[in-house]
């Protein structure tokens, strides 16, 4: 009986051994994943803050350029109004003649 239980402790604690690898390996699996979760993390956060500094650049642009065109309309109306006295102006000073 004793021969029995013994051979039986031997079998679980060959078990237990077996269980405890397969957990190391497991860890060490683990570890390794988040390893690369974590630096993909932290590349996606890098890419993340580019991008917000690439909007906040094009953004900026956009209002340049906005600012620009609605500086242009003005000057263009007001050198069509010019245009426009200046044909009339010319108009009535051949219809004097």
Known sequence: DANRQISEYKFKLSKAEQDI???EQNIGRLEGQVARYKTAAENAEKVED??????????????????????????????MKRLE???????????QQ
């Not at 953004?59 to 350029?65: D, F, H, K, P, V």
């Open 21 to 23: 690898t397969t957990l």
């Open 85 to 95: 006295k200046m044909k009339a102006n010319r108009t009535a000073l051949l219809s």
């Open 50 to 79: 580019e991008l917000k500094a690439e909007k906040r650049r094009l953004q900026r642009e956009l209002r340049t350029a906005l600012d620009k065109i609605e500086e242009m309309e003005m000057t263009n109306s007001h050198l």
